[in-house]
């Protein structure tokens, strides 16, 4: 049976578009379970009209993501903490 989902890898280029930094090395903590984790585990689903990521422990939503033409809504609500590492700055 295939996925129907892709790991938080495929918010990269998506989040590279508005961050200096790549943002799926970023460990966040799901607001609802507590789990800590790099943003490239979680389960992204892209049927949306934009991109939704989902906590792998408890399926949660962590994160959404909507690309316009001239901007973009991330909704971080489901992200208690998101610690991006700024490479040794």
Known sequence: MPADHLDGNALAG?????????????VGRCAS????????S????????????????????????????DAAWLDLRGTVTLRIPLGGR
Request: with cysteine; proline share 10%.
């Open 14 to 26: 998506p989040l590279g578009e508005i961050f200096a930094t790549d943002v799926s090395a970023a």
């Open 42 to 69: 979680l389960r992204v689903y892209g049927q949306a009209p934009g991109l939704v990521a989902r906590c792998p422990g408890c399926e949660e939503v962590v994160l959404r993501l909507v690309r316009g033409p």
């Open 33 to 40: 379970c507590g789990l800590t984790g790099p943003v490239a």
